[in-house]
Structures are given as structure tokens and as C-alpha cells.
């Protein structure tokens, strides 16, 4: 197994709430005992993994459920313990931002905070089932700029049922009045199975339609408004007007370009040295094995020569720079790939391969004929 590790990642599963359309790893509620107990469950697994990682972090990234909903002092605590890094990301909804938790995140070597918007229409938070509403969203960017953060990220989503152009157009322009230096809009995905998608099945499958139109429609407003669309669903303000400062997500960045990461807590995954493991996603026994100084219950996955050339290829194109060739041409069908170029989906740009912006709009379905079977 080898080490130097650069990026790591902690998931904070505790949420006020579980979203109708959400299936990440979750727990709704805990107070501040169990909230601490796993915290320390965390920092016990990161003891156990720090010999993967290098000296000298570039990113750390708190995701979740929601980890600004985590009780203060064991916020505080976690961060305290974690290595620094060139950039600490939270993800934060924007209901559980105030200047207390603001000046916190700030205090504690947090330089990048990511706020769960979704939508500023009222109604449309209402189907998703959020708790926050627009002002909410103000008041957190307010905060956290009051804080002194220069490197904020709204995540927005398209494709809510009861959605149409205006309210997109209407979301757009709100999220571009507040300046965030960095934009994510999903596609919403309903997982089959889910009270959402039972609830609202017939309206997501009309929304399913339109889907290339918002896309087109988000691509458009938000490089008009001076944002690199450097990743699929990703926005970053063009260095000239941000400064000269690249701000692209340097964690996700990493996940694109095929960098190995550690992941700790429940449900986390990690990929070191041609390997992938996740964490099980159940609470008890991942506290109860980190308490004995054990590693929690994982799934171990070998990665191949001939897996990891695939998945360089489909996180690689979703880039708006090219993949370098080398070492990946076994997993690219030629045939697919002259025939691609052809149409104007794909170019070669020196010794590297990419999608147009046409094949970028068009997305996984070109990605997916070009690998060789």
C-alpha cells in the first residue's frame, strides 16, 4: 500500500432532516454525546490511516449529511485535529450558518465553505424539502463573507418537479447576485424506490425531457456572467475576474483527475495504491470497532490496470482540459473515437483527448462509446 496521499475526505452524516430525493449516507438528528462519540470514532480512524497520507496536505473536504449541523464545540474539535491543507472545504446548509459558526469555521482553518441553496423559490424548496428558504441563503452568504471567506460555492439544482425556464432563469440570476466564486448545478436524480420518486414520478419524468435544455440554458447564463465551465455540473469565476486565483474545487479536481484519497467515517470511501474501499454505512458498529482501536467494516475493492484507465477516461472528459493519452489508449475503442471526432463530439489537442462543447452537452453518452469493450 503506498503513502503520500494528498486529499482527504470526512463525512459528517448528521442532518436536521432526510430529504425526500436524498441517498447519500444520512442520520437525522444526535446531540452533542453522540455527535462527540463520533467525532472521536473519526479522529481514531484517522490515527489508524495517517501513515497513507503525505506530510503535507492539499485538500480536506467535510461533506455529509450536513457537518455545519454538528454541535459546535465537537466541530471545532474535529477541525482542530485535522491537518491543515492548501484548501479545507465544509459543506454547510445555509440554516445552520450563523456569525458564531461563521467565525468558527473561519478561526478553525476552514478557507472554502460550500452552501446547499438548491433554489431560491420558495415552492420549489417545498417539493424538495428543505428547510431553508432564500433569505436563508443570503443571510449564510452574508455571514460567511462577513467572516472573511473569499472562496464560497452555491450548489444549485435543475429538474425539480413544478420547474420551468423562468424559475431556472429566475435561480440563476439570484445565485449571480450574491458573486459566489464557484457554481455547482445538478441535474436533480431521484433515486428509484424513494418516497420522492414514488411521489413525484409522473412530474420527473416530464422534467426528464427539458433536462438538455436547462443544462444548455445553465451553460450559457453562466459563462455570459464570466464563469469557466470546467467540470460538467462545475462553475468557477475566470481568473481575471477573480483576482488571478484559480478556483476550481482542488478536492473534486482531484477525484476527476484520478488522484488517490482517504476517506473516513461512515459510508466514506477511499482509493490508495490500486485499491478502493468504503466504509459500511452502520453507525454502531463503526463505533464500536474504531473504539477498539480497529478499523471499521469495509468493502475492499482490487482496482485493475484496465478499471483504472476506464475511469481516468470518464472523469477525465467531464474536464474542460484534455486527458493526456498516454497510458489510457487500451481503454478507447478507435473505430468510436474516429467516428466521434467525425461528428464534432471529440478532438485530439496535442497528446491529449476532449470533448467539444457539443460532445460536453451530450456528455456520458459520448464518454460511454468511446470505451473499449
Known amino acids: 500500500m503506498s503513502a503520500g496521499v494528498r486529499h482527504l475526505y470526512v463525512h459528517m452524516p448528521f442532518c436536521a432532516h432526510r430529504c425526500g430525493y436524498c441517498d447519500f449516507v444520512t442520520l437525522v438528528g444526535g446531540d452533542g454525546e453522540l455527535h462527540g462519540r463520533y467525532v472521536d470514532a473519526v479522529l481514531a480512524e484517522f490515527e489508524l490511516e495517517r501513515s497513507l497520507l503525505a506530510p503535507r496536505l492539499e485538500t480536506v473536504f467535510l461533506g455529509g449529511g450536513t457537518p455545519t449541523f454538528t454541535a459546535a464545540g465537537e466541530l471545532a474539535r474535529l477541525l482542530a485535529a485535522l491537518p491543515p491543507a492548501k484548501e479545507v472545504t465544509v459543506e454547510a446548509n445555509p440554516e445552520t450558518v450563523t456569525p458564531e459558526l461563521a467565525r468558527l469555521l473561519s478561526r478553525d482553518g476552514v478557507n472554502r465553505v460550500s452552501i446547499g441553496a438548491q433554489s431560491f423559490d420558495e415552492s420549489l424548496l417545498s417539493v424538495l424539502e428543505r428547510r431553508a428558504g432564500p433569505d436563508d441563503v443570503r443571510r449564510a452568504f452574508h455571514h460567511l463573507r462577513d467572516a472573511g471567506f473569499d472562496d464560497l460555492s452555491l450548489d444549485l439544482l435543475y429538474g425539480i418537479p413544478g420547474q420551468g425556464p423562468a424559475h431556472l432563469e429566475r435561480d440563476l440570476e439570484e445565485a449571480l447576485a450574491l458573486g459566489p466564486e464557484h457554481l455547482s448545478c445538478y441535474e436533480l436524480e431521484a433515486k428509484p424506490g424513494t418516497r420522492f420518486t414514488h411521489t413525484y414520478g409522473d412530474e420527473l419524468a416530464r422534467q426528464s425531457e427539458a433536462m438538455e435544455g436547462y443544462f444548455e440554458r445553465v451553460v450559457e447564463t453562466l459563462t455570459g456572467a464570466g464563469y469557466r465551465w470546467y467540470e460538467t455540473a462545475n462553475f468557477c469565476l475566470r481568473p481575471e475576474l477573480a483576482g488571478g486565483r484559480d478556483l476550481r474545487a482542488r478536492h473534486n479536481l482531484a477525484y476527476w ?117
Open 257 to 373: 483527475l484520478g488522484r488517490d484519497y482517504v476517506g473516513l467515517g461512515i459510508g466514506a470511501v477511499s482509493t490508495v495504491g490500486g485499491e478502493r474501499w468504503r466504509n459500511r454505512p452502520k453507525l454502531g458498529r463503526y463505533l464500536e470497532a474504531t473504539s477498539r482501536g480497529e478499523r471499521p467494516p469495509r468493502e475492499v475493492e482490487p482496482l485493475g490496470e484496465d478499471v483504472r484507465r476506464r475511469e481516468r477516461l470518464l472523469l477525465g472528459l467531464r474536464l474542460d482540459e484534455p486527458v493526456p493519452l498516454a497510458g489510457v489508449e487500451a481503454a478507447l475503442d478507435p473505430v468510436a473515437l474516429a467516428r466521434l471526432t467525425q461528428l464534432g463530439l471529440t478532438e485530439q489537442v496535442g497528446s491529449g483527448l476532449t470533448l467539444t462543447d457539443r460532445g460536453r452537452f451530450l456528455g456520458g453518452g459520448v464518454t460511454a462509446e468511446l470505451l473499449a469493450f
